[in-house]
């Protein structure tokens, strides 16, 4: 529904509307293993640990489309370390918790 809505919004060029969707985007992919752990009933240590594994093999792919997205349809530095790197430590530290 975002991914649409955000499609919408720049047709329509509604930039601030179109600026709201793509952050709550960006921290939808960013934290998928903790909000796919969050938004579920509550389950044993080792099942939210395999669901926020299973989430960061959605979210990494996902967080390398954002990147290249916000780098202009290209390839950039910057915004694979904005995205790609929290993703990525988001996720291994939830892990890391959910181990103890």
């Known amino acids: ?3 649409l809505s955000h499609i919408v ?3 329509m060029n509604l930039d601030v509307l179109f600026r709201l969707i793509a ?3 960006t921290f939808q992919i960013i934290f998928f293993g903790p909000f796919s752990i969050l938004i579920g009933p509550t389950k044993p240590r080792a099942l939210r640990r395999e669901i926020n594994r299973l989430s960061f093999m959605v979210a990494l792919p996902l967080s390398f489309g954002l990147a290249w ?4 349809m290209d390839w950039s530095v910057l915004p694979i370390i904005s995205v790609v790197v929290p993703t990525v430590i988001i996720h291994a530290g939830v892990d890391g918790l959910l181990n103890r």
Request: aromatic share 16%; no cysteine.
């Open 1 to 3: 529904m975002l991914f």
């Open 9 to 11: 919004a720049a047709a």
């Open 23 to 25: 952050t709550a985007i």
């Open 69 to 72: 997205a916000y780098g202009g």
